[in-house]
């Protein structure tokens, strides 16, 4: 049912500093932030040539990435994503095999303007996974 790892999310307590290693460090393809108040989060986006990882810092009081950085000041590794080719098909699949998805099982548009759920890290290895409409 997955297909392409889409990218993999790495929350940060100072995204210049990250964008600067990412960029400058390891070489890679930086944007500039980009705020998404939808999603509590502003997102550097670092492409590779197989993959994406977003870096993420918290936007707002209510970011649901805060509490993360709270526990985990120097950041940390947050979720993957996973592109589906059918979202809703996707997701009743995995609420039928018992897996819990969070917010309420309605798709939200992501960072990509496309559909994402995410799911319980309880079901998917201790790891949170977000899937994304292909
Ligand atoms: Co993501």
């Known amino acids: 049912m997955i297909g392409r ?11 210049d500093a990250a964008s600067r290693v990412y960029r400058d460090t390891l070489g890679a ?23 994406k990882i ?4 918290p936007l707002g009081t209510e970011s649901p990435v805060q ?6 000041p120097s950041g940390g590794m947050h979720h993957v994503c996973y592109e ?4 809703l098909a996707a997701r009743d699949k995995l609420v039928a095999d018992g897996a819990r998805v969070l917010g309420g099982g309605e798709p939200k548009i992501g ?13 998917f290895c201790g790891t949170l996974v977000e899937i994304e409409q292909a």
């Open 5 to 15: 790892l889409n990218h993999v999310a790495i929350v940060v307590p100072d995204l």
């Open 29 to 51: 393809s930086v944007s500039d932030p980009v705020d998404m108040p939808a999603h509590g989060v502003t997102t550097v986006f670092v492409t590779l040539p197989n993959t």
């Open 54 to 57: 977003e870096l993420l810092h």
């Open 67 to 72: 509490a993360f950085l709270d526990r985990n």
């Open 84 to 87: 589906v080719d059918d979202i």
């Open 111 to 123: 960072a990509h303007d496309k559909p994402v759920l995410f799911l319980h890290p309880k079901d």
